[in-house]
């Protein structure tokens, strides 16, 4: 399973990104996908994650009520929309596949991993 994700950008403080992350190769909709992110000097963090069917999703408390994942398994796409952006949301984000049907925080739950796609918030 190969995972591409794309959408980041520069965007000023209060803006909006779409993330977007198509899997291809030995795919199946029955797995959970998750955001991961990486801000300069920090650890990769857990963003959002979705479960397989997509009716069950879980956020950090620092993107919630900010950030909504979804998917579209017809397209084997998951997205992570960004509103209300901050300055610290700035970060390298992975998407990452998990080959179980539930979404987890942990990185280990997670198979497979997108290059990343850089987001820039300025202030």
């Known amino acids: 399973v190969q995972l591409q994700a794309s959408g980041g950008g520069l965007v000023q403080a209060g803006g909006s990104l779409r993330l977007s992350c198509a899997a291809s190769?030995?795919?199946?909709?029955?797995?959970?996908m998750g955001w991961f992110r990486q801000a300069p000097g920090k650890e990769r963090e857990f963003v959002a994650a979705t479960t397989r069917s997509g009716g069950s999703t879980d956020y950090a408390d620092s993107v919630k009520g900010r950030f909504t994942i979804s998917r579209d398994n017809a397209k084997n796409t998951v997205y992570l929309q960004m509103n209300s952006l901050k300055p610290e949301d700035t970060a390298v984000y992975y998407c990452?596949?998990?080959?179980?049907?539930?979404?987890?925080?942990?990185?280990?739950?997670?198979?497979?991993w997108g290059q990343g796609t850089q987001v820039t918030v300025s202030s």
């Open positions: 990452a596949g998990s080959n179980t049907p539930w979404g987890s925080r942990v990185e280990s739950a997670y198979k497979y």
């Open positions: 190769g030995r795919t199946s909709s029955s797995n959970a």
